[in-house]
């Protein structure tokens, strides 16, 4: 497919800071010019000062001094107001601040006094839709919505959590893993269940050793003592079941285990429970030396586990009767191919390398829930529960069979290389038993809808990604937020259920997101463009309707700045259908003999794999966009890319790095240098590389696999061996080192780090619980047994993954820049 030139609706420059200080053909490529862009109505076009100089100095420096956007924004329960959190100038704290859809300005700052009354995010209406639900620093509200008059439940030191309305007007909450229902009308508090990670007691009496069932024929004493023993339980239990007064909700599940998920049914009578066995830290991971703090000593933090040393586990589902104090324990032999040997043909090549033979057979898999994945039905008469196996390769969303107490699969996902973490979001249909769910199966996110044991019926479709999903209270309709029009705009749609007609509600351009009112009359919105940071606005959800600016968060500064709006290039690519979408910042062209010299560019690797940068919203690498403006008025030309494995394009794009990280996005790499000589005038001898975590692991590849491409590169927070990265991601792709050495070898730059042969910067953070150290520790001893002499290391105590004082990232930056001048 190509996409035509589109030109993004909303304007690069916008009003200045508030009062308060607050699949392609092969042939050619698609671009669009965000340069181009359009005012929103009534809003004045800022112009930039050209004759302005970006600094390194400015760039680096603490991000206040061009915007505080908002963050963590949601609706006002009365409709005509809207909260956001901004940062203080010059300090890390985030204040709340309140602003109405009617009035001027930024809004007002919440006092830490009426921090319980505004901090409603994410409340629980009541079944009458009167009341909400919600937690505040561990405690429980209840808001009376039409008087706005809020009741603290709870007041305690403890932490309550999962606050719920049941369905006979009750308040759930848990404590710890005690669940309660508080009656508010008499404020009478009942225990509900009570979950405790130890053996049942008395549960070894059956297990006496024959010494011991010795005791009790000679020595009558012994014999007495068991007997009363069993009177007095008896006793208990006589008067537990028939005295309503006392709680009947204690259930065990063994010692050395921990509650992973629990939620309890709508009418308070059942509970789905997820377990599985404890792990300390003392048999976890590592540790990682802190060597600048307070006192001066060495402090050595305990960090994560590593791929190559993490345990396989699984979780144990329990459903809980609370009403006759019953727990069955649910097996997964109900879902289809949970005994499948889905990594048989890679062990089968592993063992072959190794002159072994693999026989493969059937046996259960570790599975386990995904996040937040217990569904219940408003009846209770459902419940549904999404599962993972942990080799990733399956996913399933199954319902109970209360009767017969199994499991009973309702949809089946499966994918040879993984389950993508996102596009996981479902739930149910109140008025009817119907399941709606996101699923990767049609090759990108999408949307469907299911009766339980019905027919699945998709209301989305194409190549694109559908999130951020929100059904109507009528349940007639969904909105979601889309990159429907092009990979890199992303907009806010509605589908309907009936129908599956899909109406795009805003056309702004850029990348927004959203969040529906409470009475499902507007949409507030947070929108950016390549140039421009988030701002809140409003708009109506009827389709064309035009957006209202909420909050000017820019300072003016920033508006004057020339900066470089990138072009978004679609790279025609030598391996794939579909282009490589890239953001490319050039100079202004010019005429006459300074036009024929061929010119230097720099790539820029995003970090992450997973990750979309060549949109056309503000990026989260915002530092990097400003150092590229000031290369570009240096006259360099910088390039940007959407290699294999990043996010936006849909599910083979994401899988193609599968069981062989850094070759299908080394080769995207290589195709946008050839671009780049081709298209913008380009020195193929002057063209260098850089970028940070997984753009770090990149920046080795590329310079170690094909040396000739880059004449100078900087690797940051590089990852130089996938087995010392965490399980969560790496065995998504690289299965683990136990089952697939020959994908985490082939996949490793250590092991080509022979290939080195043009200039090599290092910088490295010392803190760094996600990249550890180490992996530079270890590349830079490897580098210095084979004798390599182009590198250096530059280290920075202080810093975590990402940097957080201006002074390091200048630090890094001027380093990156001396780089990129001497050898470009």
Same mark, same amino acid.
């Not at 419940?383 to 196996?389: C, F, G, K, L, P």
């Not at 996110?445 to 044991?453: A, E, F």
């Not at 780090?753 to 520790?777: R, S």
């Given at each position: ?49 050209? =004759? ?137 508090? #009942? ?203 399956? #996913? ?77 209270? =009528? ?245 130089? =061996? ?103």
């Amino acid at each position: 497919m190509k996409y035509p030139l589109l030109v993004a609706s909303i304007s690069v420059f916008l009003t200045a800071c508030a009062a308060n200080d607050s699949a392609p053909e092969d042939a050619g490529s698609t671009t669009i010019n965000t340069a181009m862009t359009a005012p929103v109505k009534g809003e004045a076009v800022q112009t930039a000062d050209q =004759d302005l100089q970006i600094t390194l100095e400015k760039v680096m420096s603490d991000p206040d001094w061009f915007a505080r956007s908002p963050s963590s924004w949601y609706w006002g329960d009365d409709n005509q107001t809207v909260f956001y959190k901004q940062k203080r100038l010059g300090n890390p704290i985030k204040d709340l601040f309140k602003k109405s859809l009617t009035v001027e300005g930024n809004g007002n700052k919440v006092a830490y006094s009426n921090m319980h009354i505004a901090a409603d995010d994410g409340a629980i209406v009541s079944n009458d839709g009167k009341q909400e639900l919600y937690t505040f620093k561990g405690n429980v509200f209840l808001k009376d919505i039409a008087t706005q008059t809020v009741y603290q439940l709870t007041y305690t030191s403890a932490v309550e959590s999962q606050a719920m309305f049941l369905a006979d007007d009750r308040v759930s909450y848990r404590v710890g893993n005690v669940f309660y229902a508080h009656d508010v009308k008499n404020n009478q508090i #009942r225990e509900l269940a009570n979950l405790q990670m130890i053996n049942t007691p008395d549960s070894k009496k059956d297990e006496q050793t024959y010494i011991a069932k010795e005791q009790e024929k000679l020595i009558n004493y012994v014999a007495l003592q068991k007997r009363n023993k069993g009177l007095k339980a008896d006793e208990k239990s006589k008067l537990r079941s028939e005295n309503d007064t006392i709680t009947t909700s204690v259930f065990y599940f063994g010692a050395g285990k921990k509650v992973v998920q629990a939620q309890l049914s709508p009418n308070g009578e059942m509970m789905v429970v997820s377990v599985a066995k404890s792990e300390s830290w003392s048999n976890a991971g590592d540790i990682m030396p802190n060597y600048i703090t307070d006192e001066a000593t060495i402090d050595p933090q305990k960090v994560r586990r590593r791929v190559s040393d993490n345990r396989k586990y699984q979780e144990d589902v329990y459903l809980l009767d609370l009403v006759n104090d019953a727990q069955y324990l649910l097996g997964y032999d109900a879902l289809p191919g949970y005994d499948d040997d889905v990594l048989a043909s890679v062990k089968a090549e592993n063992y072959k390398r190794e002159g072994k033979e693999y026989i493969s057979e059937k046996s259960p898999r570790n599975i386990h829930l995904m996040n937040n994945s217990i569904q219940w039905h408003k009846s209770s008469n459902q419940v549904a529960i999404m599962m993972e196996a942990w080799d990733n390769k399956d #996913r399933w969303i199954a319902t109970i069979d209360f009767d017969n107490k199994k499991f009973v699969s309702q949809h089946r996902l499966h994918d040879d290389a993984w389950i993508n973490w996102e596009f996981n979001d479902y739930g149910w249909f109140d008025e009817s038993e119907t399941l709606y769910y996101q699923s990767e199966e049609s090759g990108f996110g999408h949307l469907y809808i299911k009766p339980v044991d019905g027919k699945a019926k998709a209301l989305t479709s194409g190549n694109y990604e559908v999130r951020d999903l929100t059904k109507t209270a =009528d349940e007639d309709s969904f909105y979601f937020q889309a990159n429907k029009t092009h990979p890199g705009i992303y907009e806010i749609y509605n589908v309907t259920v009936d129908s599956a007609k899909i109406t795009a509600i805003t056309e702004l351009g850029g990348n927004n997101s959203y969040s529906l009112s409470p009475d499902e009359t507007k949409l507030l919105i947070e929108h950016s463009t390549t140039t421009m940071p988030p701002e809140l606005y409003v708009q109506d959800v009827t389709a064309g309707a035009t957006a209202k600016r909420l909050t000017h968060t820019v300072t003016e500064e920033f508006l004057n700045m020339p900066w470089t709006a990138p072009t978004i290039v679609e790279v025609p690519s030598s391996n794939t259908k579909q282009g490589v979408f890239s953001r490319v910042y050039q100079p202004t062209p010019t005429d006459g003999a300074s036009a024929t010299v061929q010119g230097k560019a720099v790539m820029f690797v995003h970090g992450a794999g997973y990750l979309q940068n060549s949109h056309l919203g503000w990026s989260g690498y915002f530092r990097e966009f400003m150092f590229h403006s000031m290369l570009v008025q240096q006259g360099y030309t910088v390039i940007d890319m959407d290699y294999r494995a990043s996010k936006g394009y849909g599910r083979d794009w994401r899988t193609a790095i599968y069981r062989h990280m850094g070759k299908p996005e080394v080769e995207d790499m290589l195709d946008g240098v050839n671009w780049l000589v081709e298209n913008a005038n380009i020195d193929k001898e002057r063209v260098g590389v850089y970028g940070g975590s997984y753009g770090g692991f990149l920046t080795l590849m590329s310079m170690f696999t094909e040396p000739e491409v880059f004449q100078a590169g900087s690797a940051l927070r590089l990852v130089s =061996d996938w087995t010392s990265y965490n399980h969560g991601y790496t065995s998504n792709i690289l299965n683990t080192p136990e089952d697939d050495k020959i994908a985490f070898e082939r996949s490793s730059p250590i092991y080509f780090a022979e290939g080195l042969e043009k200039p090599l910067l290092i910088n490295a953070p010392m803190v760094d619980d996600n990249v550890f150290f180490q992996d530079t520790v270890r590349l830079v001893q490897r580098l210095i047994e084979l004798e390599k002499q182009n590198f250096e290391t530059a280290i920075y105590p202080v810093e975590p993954h990402g940097f957080v004082q201006p002074s390091s990232w200048l630090d890094e930056y001027r380093r990156i820049y001396k780089l990129f001048e001497n050898n470009l």
